[in-house]
């Protein structure tokens, strides 16, 4: 059984910071990105930034220059560090992750984290 645990988020002034952190666990064989979506009230998921298992990253052009993206293979564990944090960055943030566990290759998902950004 493979779960992915977030924590971190939380209600922050605008031009704040927080960073996401995001643990897999479980019967994991393979790595191969992870990364965090996001999605807000009335909105579809969107992509915020990924992670491969090598050191590609990918980031949604709303978030570039803001927040970084880290892993820690290791620990299997992806991290999000987000800077300048602006009103229109609230959402809940879901942790997403393309692993082969024991039952084969498949996408998993985190419960999500809420971010607010507000004064």
């Known amino acids: 059984q493979v779960q992915l645990v977030e924590s971190g988020g939380g209600l922050v002034q605008p031009g704040a910071s927080l960073r996401l952190s995001c643990a897999a666990s479980g019967n994991i064989f393979s790595l191969y990105a992870m990364g965090w979506y996001r999605q807000a009230p009335g909105k579809q998921r969107e992509l915020v930034a990924v992670?491969?298992?090598?050191?590609?990253?990918n980031y949604a052009d709303s978030v570039k220059g803001r927040f970084t993206i880290s892993r820690d293979n290791a620990k299997n564990t992806v991290y999000l560090q987000m800077n300048s944090l602006k009103p229109e960055d609230t959402a809940v943030y879901y942790c997403?992750?393309?692993?082969?566990?024991?039952?084969?290759?498949?996408?998993?998902w985190g419960q999500g984290t809420q971010v607010t950004v507000s004064s």
């Open positions: 997403y992750a393309d692993l082969r566990g024991y039952t084969g290759r498949r996408d998993y």
């Open positions: 992670l491969t298992s090598g050191v590609n990253t």
